[in-house]
Nanobody
Framework: VQLQASGGGLVQAGDSLRLSCAAS????????MGWFRQTPGKEREFVAA????????RYADSVKGRFTISGDNAKSTMYLQMKSLEPEDTAVYYC????????????????????WGQGTQVTVSS
């Protein structure tokens, strides 16, 4: 599975931005697809996850109500719609695909994801 993230940029606080993650290779709607983010000096943290076969979603508490994860199975593409962005959302955002058959209870775990994209920078100015 190969993943290509895009859509990052520089925005102001309160603005919206949509990230995309295009998957290729042996993709499946049974995988969890996730977004993680990382800032310098900090560990990568979970943002949101989505499973195409049943549209199951999981969110970090810090983004719940502001971010929406979704997917288009026909295009093998996952999206992260981000609204009401805050400076604290500034980070490199990575998309990832899980191992097949991952239980939903483990969808927040970084080590549950076997495939990673290259990251896209999101910068939110105050």
């Amino acid at each position: 599975v190969q993943l290509q993230a895009s859509g990052g940029g520089l925005v102001q606080a309160g603005d919206s931005l949509r990230l995309s993650c295009a998957a290729s290779g042996r993709t499946s709607s049974r995988y969890f697809m996730g977004w993680f983010r990382q800032t310098p000096g900090k560990e990568r943290e979970f943002v949101a996850a989505f499973r195409g076969i049943d549209h199951h979603t999981r969110y970090a508490d810090s983004v719940k109500g502001r971010f929406t994860i979704s997917g288009d199975n026909a295009k093998s593409t996952m999206y992260l719609q981000m609204k009401s962005l805050e400076p604290e959302d500034t980070a490199v955002y990575y998309c990832a695909a899980s191992r097949l058959g991952l239980p939903a209870t483990q969808a927040r775990r970084e080590d549950a994801y076997a495939y990673w994209g290259q990251g896209t920078q999101v910068t939110v100015s105050s």
